[in-house]
């Protein structure tokens, strides 16, 4: 069953499919507490509060989202009032929910608490001129001492764990939207390019405090049956903690086979923590954690692709994937930068593969999933994901899955890399 949201319904059916954005995280911003954090690996927080109030007709009242990301199934099914787990294996991106997802926590004393530390921070002096390189060719040091300055008093104030975590989240959202360079939120650095609008950190901080208190007072006086969620900082591929057959809604987007790496998205934030000292770092720290859905993440595969294109796992597919992987591996010869897309796609699958076995064993057999995705072709090369995601999740024991086309890509080929369609949409998926 396709769920729109209102404002798509003004337009023709023809029309909707290609205008529905739903599946991107972009009205988001626009909404109290998702708008946090910009996200934009997510998707839209209306159309998912849509999705669950529908399936809570039909008793579908437990929910999980083992990509959680920033949180906004678990916030929206808090709104709803209904129970809800998330996973997420990203350490940084799970810290950000888990703040988000107390925005129920008393306002005042959240204002009190965040603005003590920044009166705090504006009296510290910082003389340290020497900081990691990237640091460095993010900001001007005058910025950097007074972000030292907030990061300093969280290292030395001791607050309760909940005050602790929001002043943490809050120097950390504020990271991008202080430096004069190319450092928009969630995407790769580039020092080289500047930015017209820049806000010193301490008025940064108290602007984003009060933000979220207007947020927290607003929502909190409009939600009063909510039942907290629980997220888990797990993998998706193996998930532990959530018990067998608990839940019966799945609302979910996995990483895209497009080569996105989400560990070095958030480099700039474990850098300045001192969380790693290079790129080299993510790996051990990040990649190890999350789906291989990038040619990152596969530099140490190795021979154990052998074992991956073998697992019993993939045989519903194995003849087609085996048929791509030998066409990515010819192409990149091809190509200068020979990066290895036949090792990403044949992880990628792989881990999928895991995840839907994962899934089976916590939902019950009245569950229905849905998984926001898109295609891919890498070097050109067409990669079926709705028909290979939802075949491998039949061969995980559901029993039917269907596919809802929301938009084209890709459909503007100037400056692309290739010049085949591709598209997004969400794969139902019935136990």
Not at 28 to 48: D, L, Q
Not at 272 to 282: E, K, P, R
Not at 304 to 322: A, F, T, W, Y
Not at 353 to 368: C, G, I, P, Q
Request: proline letters at 4%.
């Amino acid at each position: 069953m396709a769920y729109q949201t209102q404002t798509l319904d003004l337009f023709p059916d023809e029309v909707k499919v290609e205008q529905d954005y739903t599946a991107t995280f972009a009205d988001n911003m626009k909404m109290p507490i998702h708008k946090w954090y910009r996200y934009t690996a997510g998707f839209s927080a209306a159309w998912v509060s849509e999705l669950i109030r529908e399936e809570m007709k039909n008793g579908r009242t437990r929910i999980i989202d083992p990509f959680a990301g920033s949180g906004t199934v678990l916030i929206e099914s808090e709104f709803a009032g209904v129970e809800s787990y998330g996973v997420e294996a990203h350490p940084y991106i799970y810290r950000i929910a888990k703040a988000k997802l107390n925005w129920n926590f008393p306002a005042e004393k959240f204002k009190e608490e965040a603005l003590a530390l920044l009166k705090i921070a504006k009296g510290k002096k910082i003389k340290q001129t020497e900081f990691p390189k990237l640091i460095m060719s993010c900001y001007p040091l005058e910025t950097i001492q007074k972000l030292e300055a907030l990061k300093q008093t969280w290292l030395d104030t001791n607050q309760e764990e909940e005050i602790k975590n929001f002043n943490w989240f809050i120097i950390t959202a504020i990271l991008r939207t202080t430096s004069p360079v190319g450092t928009a939120q969630w995407q790769y650095i580039q020092p080289n390019k500047t930015k017209s609008r820049v806000i010193d950190p301490f008025v940064a901080f108290e602007s984003k405090v009060n933000d979220m208190y207007l947020d927290m007072k607003r929502t909190q006086s409009r939600f009063k049956n909510v039942v907290d969620s629980i997220i888990l900082n797990e993998d998706a591929r193996n998930i532990e903690s959530i018990p067998d057959g608990w839940g019966d809604l799945v609302i979910t987007s996995p990483p895209y086979a497009n080569n996105y790496d989400y560990a070095d998205a958030t480099r700039l934030e474990m850098t300045f923590w001192g969380d790693i000292s290079g790129w080299a770092d993510l790996q051990d720290n990040v990649r190890k954690h999350l789906v291989r859905a990038c040619t990152q993440h596969v530099s140490r595969l190795g021979d154990s692709i052998d074992s991956i294109l073998e697992n019993p796992r993939l045989n519903v597919i194995k003849s087609e994937l085996l048929e791509v992987f030998g066409t990515l591996k010819e192409e990149r010869l091809k190509h200068g930068g020979k990066k290895n897309y036949h090792l990403m796609i044949a992880a990628y699958f792989n881990d999928l593969a895991d995840v839907f076995h994962s899934l089976r064993r916590v939902t019950n057999e009245n569950s229905k999933m849905c998984f926001v995705i898109g295609d891919s072709a890498p070097y050109g090369i067409y990669v079926p994901v709705d028909k290979w995601l939802g075949e491998l999740a039949i061969s995980a024991g559901f029993s039917d899955y269907s596919f809802e086309k929301l938009r084209d890509r890709n459909i503007k080929w100037k400056n692309r890399k290739h010049s085949v369609p591709l598209h997004e949409g969400r794969l139902w998926i019935n136990s």
